[in-house]
């Protein structure tokens, strides 16, 4: 959508999650679906943890430790998002899942724009921002 003089807003789905205590979002169009799984669920192997996903392995990470947050909830049952990167799908352990949301995308102004894994932020009707997770670059 463009406005006015060259600004341009764009709109996006998110599905937002719940990560080391902060309220974050993730493009819908990346979210192939969603899982409640107990921590033993997942399989270990010595580059990574694995969660079963439909026929596959899929790569498992703690989206917290990998935005280096403070872990938000102790191990046990816990969502999984699975997502589509660059590198294939990967799954996202949260502390929840909170809903999808439309909001208006937000580009980031500098320092943050260096901050990587991040596409931008929103704010929500209730007046609280909202980072977008870039997950291709926070997985680089």
């Known amino acids: 959508v463009h406005v006015g003089q060259g600004v341009r807003i764009e709109l996006v789905q998110l599905l ?3 990560a080391g205590g902060e309220v974050l979002g993730l493009p819908i169009t990346k979210v192939l ?16 943890d694995l ?20 872990p938000g909830t102790p191990p ?10 660059e590198e294939g799908t990967v799954a ?3 502390e929840a899942l909170l809903g999808q ?17 991040l596409a931008g932020v929103t704010i929500l009707g209730n007046g609280r921002p909202v980072f977008i997770l870039d997950v291709p670059r926070l997985l680089a």
Do not use: C, F, I, N
């Not at 679906?33 to 990574?48: D, I, K, N, Y």
């Not at 969660?51 to 403070?70: C, F, I, K, M, T």
């Not at 046990?76 to 990167?85: A, F, H, K, L, N």
């Not at 909001?103 to 320092?111: D, F, H, N, Y």
């Open 16 to 18: 937002l999650v719940r």
């Open 101 to 117: 949301e439309e909001a208006v995308l937000k580009a980031l102004s500098r320092p943050l724009d260096r901050v990587a894994g």
């Open 51 to 70: 969660l079963s996903y439909g026929q596959q392995l899929v790569p498992a990470h703690d989206l917290a430790r990998l935005l280096e947050l403070p």
């Open 76 to 85: 046990g049952t816990r969502p999984w998002v699975v997502m589509e990167s």
């Open 92 to 94: 996202l352990g949260v």
């Open 33 to 48: 679906g969603a899982v409640e799984l107990p921590e033993g669920a997942l399989q270990r192997s010595p580059s990574a």
